[in-house]
């Protein structure tokens, strides 16, 4: 059974699925060794996906400045590569370079990661009702980042629009005491995809605090990708 990965702005219903985008990235974008990556949706689809790492606070450091595109024989490995093997480096805001295994990220998850995968999957019927009503009465319907007209429905995208997603979900895992302290199963056995928060009572929880502080608009794919990655902590209810 394909298990999903799902990151705040981009997921893929396999595993394998989001490896290929990734390796694309690094393959077939048409950057050469030493090239900074450029493209706003590739820089956001890396940041978001280095948050599921599981050394994500090593690897970050001071903070990331960019991705590159780096010799894999320039990092610190007990195995041998090839001279010609590449990869996706981060270049930190201290200058300092660290390489990143996008597909240790993908196989790797962490507490927080389960939990949102599970807070999106409890919300995600309220996504798509909204969007369903802004179309519902025939009339246009204009992005709410840029005013661009859509061409059609499954053109328009739900996004979080103050609070962003990433403040939404970190204000409620603070408030019930830290991301640990939502546990997550995938079924207890049964066959299911993706994750479910272990109690009911805080699962009810997310929807009373989504109900009450949720502020969805529409936007296009290449928009929601674009939006510039919002500070998780600054928002409180």
């Known amino acids: 059974m394909p298990i999903p990965v799902v ?35 590739h820089e956001q689809m890396l940041l978001e996906l280095l948050e599921r790492h599981p050394e994500a606070a090593e690897k970050t450091g001071p903070g990331v400045d960019h991705f590159f595109i780096g010799r894999t024989a320039d990092g610190n490995h007990s195995f041998a590569v090839a001279d010609d093997a590449i990869g996706i480096w981060i270049r930190r805001v201290d200058g300092s370079p660290e390489d990143f295994s996008y597909r240790t990220a993908i196989h790797s998850h962490t507490a927080k990661s389960d939990a949102k995968e599970a807070m999106r999957e409890l919300v995600d019927a309220r996504r798509l009702r909204y969007r369903d009503e802004r179309f519902a009465d025939g009339h246009p319907v204009y992005s709410d980042l840029s005013g661009d007209l859509f061409r ?7 996004v ?12 409620f895992a603070m408030n019930e005491g830290g991301w640990d302290k939502m546990p997550v199963h995938s079924g207890h056995g049964a066959t299911r995809i993706g994750s479910v928060l272990e109690d009911e009572a805080q699962a009810e929880r997310w929807l009373e605090f989504h109900e009450a502080h949720a ?16 500070d998780e902590k600054p928002w409180t209810p």
């Open 152 to 158: 059609s429905r499954d053109s328009a995208q739900v």
């Open 7 to 41: 990151l705040d702005s981009f997921s893929w219903p396999s595993k394998k699925a989001a490896e290929a985008d990734f390796r694309a990235i690094l393959r077939e974008s048409g950057y050469k060794v030493g090239d900074r990556i450029t493209d706003p949706t």
């Open 215 to 230: 502020n969805f608009g529409l936007a296009t794919a290449n928009e929601a990708a674009r939006r510039p990655r919002s």
């Open 160 to 171: 979080y629009i103050d609070p962003t997603w990433p403040q939404l979900t970190y204000a």
